[in-house]
């Protein structure tokens, strides 16, 4: 079973501009996580998305959002980038509700620098 | 609410020596529990997870966790190191069913371990 893909993995951008992130969980998987990962602040909880629906979200600037679609491939979008948005942005997918403690199994990561 | 705390961001053992990583959490529910792993430039793959069954878990590459209700924790250990254990190590934290935690997880800040030959 393939495991869970991220594209792109590294991403250069400049101050102001927007960036989509793309992730195709697990074939079975209905739940995707995002989570930003950075020296400073750690791994930090972004937001979940299952059946198309954000399910939580963490403590982040509306800058940040995301979308599922019905194929359960997520997508996250930071617009007006900031320096500090320079980060690994990891996608998690799971079972979904229902099944217990969902295990989170993680993708590569996607690379962002923002210039 | 929840939070995780990794006590040492660093931590050197020789081959061949107990590693011992320390892990300490605060919950207001009883939680799920996990230890990851990330070599450079990968994500997280995941070591073990407590899940309310056995206290002892045991996990991939020779690794094991105790769940100790009684002191908050949930350390990491394996008996023998091995060069390619060298990687940064997160423990994490989950409240997985209960209203406003679905499918998050929080994480420590991470310890780095290095094996020296």
């Known amino acids: 079973k393939a495991g869970v893909t991220q594209t792109p993995r590294y991403l250069i951008k400049t101050r102001g501009q927007q960036v989509t992130l793309s992730c195709s969980p697990i074939?079975?998987?209905?739940?995707v996580s995002w989570y930003q990962q950075t020296p400073g602040q750690g791994l930090q909880f972004l937001f979940e998305?299952?059946?198309?629906?954000?399910?939580n979200k963490g403590n982040f600037p509306g800058r940040f959002s995301g979308r599922q679609f019905s194929n359960s491939r997520s997508e996250m979008n930071v617009s007006t980038l900031e320096l500090g948005d320079s980060a690994l942005y990891l996608c998690?997918?799971?079972?979904?509700?229902?099944?217990?403690?969902?295990?989170?199994?993680f993708g590569p990561g996607t690379r962002l620098t923002v210039l | 609410a929840q939070s995780v705390t990794q006590l040492g961001s660093h931590v050197s053992v020789s081959e061949g020596a107990l590693v011992l990583l320390r892990c300490n959490y605060s919950?207001?529910?009883?939680?799920?529990l996990f230890w990851y792993v990330q070599y450079p430039n990968q994500g997280l793959q995941l070591l073990l997870k407590?899940?309310?069954?056995?206290?002892l878990v045991k996990g991939i590459n020779g690794f094991e966790a105790e769940f100790k209700k009684s002191e908050t924790s949930f350390h990491l250990t394996k008996p023998s190191a091995h060069m390619s254990d060298a990687a940064e190590y997160f423990c994490?934290?989950?409240?997985?069913?209960?209203?406003?935690?679905?499918?998050?997880?929080?994480f420590g800040q991470g310890t780095t371990l290095q094996v020296k030959p």
């Open positions: 998690a997918s799971s079972l979904g509700p229902g099944q217990g403690y969902n295990e989170q199994f």
């Open positions: 074939s079975g998987h209905r739940s």
């Open positions: 998305y299952f059946s198309e629906t954000q399910r």
């Open positions: 919950s207001s529910v009883p939680p799920y």
């Open positions: 407590y899940t309310s069954a056995a206290t």
């Open positions: 994490a934290v989950s409240e997985e069913g209960w209203a406003d935690n679905t499918g998050k997880l929080i």
